[in-house]
């Protein structure tokens, strides 16, 4: 096993859509440590994952793990076939198709997994969305007050309407919600976007970005009182002594205090992070490290720290950092669905 140079509460493995959300619920306690380690990097400012059309640039692009398919001959599989998943900050949902769909509650039902029936997983969708189409605001199966903005397509190809029109004159029902679980889901109509004033929202923006841009609360408080004081010394100044020579100069100095604390004070909104929670980009965690030997016959070995791969520290081989990390708590795997034993990995 190799020494662990550091410890945290949570490690968080992969910063993709999962990541990102639990990134920001375990470090909403100031006393909590949290590590997300993600091997892509933050997509903020990238015109390929912001515009929804350029999607299929995506593809095979720096943003997509680009993993092939095996050949099965079971299910008839041709070679190579591209599967997508995003390696970013926001994960698949930075290179999805942004649809926002729930599926059905009939199977969240038949499932029968305590905490996930339909009920339990609408008040969570609820909390998550942002509706932004007005008539589905007062719905009861939406919410217009989450993080996540969902919105309708902002561009619709004549086409698109041509094809639902043309297709509830065959008799196919009219959905204008596909997330209306009393209305039924089955039939034709267009599907509302993850975007906000057509831009994806990812769950690095949405869930990750809020997380580190934190205000600090302490710093606010300290700084408006002290304004506080200060402007009522300067009226007390110039109303008593409106004849003293000065009163310009007071007037500036005042104008000029408030300008630098305006500044101070959005500066410590948009850019004070919260303390206890980490993001590291560009590694690549290669190991779980266990309290036991699997082999030990021992049937909970605990997971206890990762070791990862810096990919940023060179090319590979020996220029590469291998970092090994522990969690006082408990390590996450939010890798994906294909998987962190799965995603390349050339030195496990
Ligand atoms: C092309 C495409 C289109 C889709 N379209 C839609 C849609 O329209 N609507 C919809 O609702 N859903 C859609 N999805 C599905 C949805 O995006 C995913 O279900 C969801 O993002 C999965 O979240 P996740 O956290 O499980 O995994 P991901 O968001 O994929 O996150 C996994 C993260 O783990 C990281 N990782 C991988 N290996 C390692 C490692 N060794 N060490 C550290 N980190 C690692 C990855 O880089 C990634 O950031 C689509 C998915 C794809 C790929």
């Known amino acids: 096993m190799l020494a662990a140079d550091e410890e945290f509460d949570y490690v968080i493995v992969g910063g993709g859509t999962a990541g990102c959300v639990l990134a920001n619920r375990l470090s909403a306690n100031e006393r909590t440590r949290v590590l997300l380690l993600e091997p892509g990097q933050s997509a903020r400012g990238a015109l390929k994952v912001t515009v929804p059309v350029a999607l299929v640039k995506l593809f095979n692009s720096e943003w997509d793990w680009s993993f092939k398919a095996h050949p099965r001959a079971e299910s008839n599989l041709r070679a190579n076939i591209h599967l997508a998943r995003g390696r970013a900050l926001g994960g698949s949902s930075a290179t999805n198709a942004l649809l926002y769909h729930r599926g059905t509650a009939e ?27 007005r008539t589905l605001r007062s719905s009861p199966f939406h ?27 065959q008799g196919h029902a009219r959905r204008d919600d596909f997330n209306d679980w009393a209305e039924g ?4 109509g267009k599907f509302q976007l993850q975007t906000r004033r057509g831009r994806r929202v990812h769950a690095a923006a949405s869930h990750l970005r809020p997380a580190l841009r934190r205000p600090n609360l302490e710093v606010r ?29 007071y007037l500036l100095l005042t104008t000029y205090y408030l300008l630098l604390t305006t500044y101070y004070l959005l500066l410590t909104t948009y850019y004070l992070r919260r303390p206890n ?32 791969v810096d990919e940023a520290a060179g090319g590979g081989g020996d220029a590469e950092r291998r970092v090994a990390l522990r969690a006082g708590g408990e390590v996450v795997l939010c890798a994906g669905a294909v998987g962190i034993f799965s995603s390349p990995n050339p030195n496990p």
């Open 107 to 133: 199977d969240f039902d038949a499932w029968a997994c305590d905490g996930w029936g339909s009920a339990e997983m609408l008040r969570a969708f609820k909390r998550v969305e942002g509706q932004r189409r």
């Open 221 to 249: 408080t300290y700084y408006l009182l002290l304004t506080t004081y200060y402007l009522l010394l300067t009226t007390y100044y110039l109303l008593l002594t409106p004849t003293q020579p000065g009163g310009t100069y």
């Open 185 to 188: 889901q089955d039939g034709v």
């Open 143 to 169: 919410s217009s007050s989450g993080p996540v903005s969902v919105e309708d397509a902002r561009y619709t190809n004549s086409l698109s309407t041509r094809f639902v029109e043309a297709a509830v004159a």
């Open 277 to 308: 929670l980490e993001v590291r980009t560009s590694v690549r965690v290669t190991r779980v490290l266990l309290d036991e030997p699997h082999d030990s016959g021992k049937a909970a070995a605990r997971a206890v720290g990762v070791a990862y």
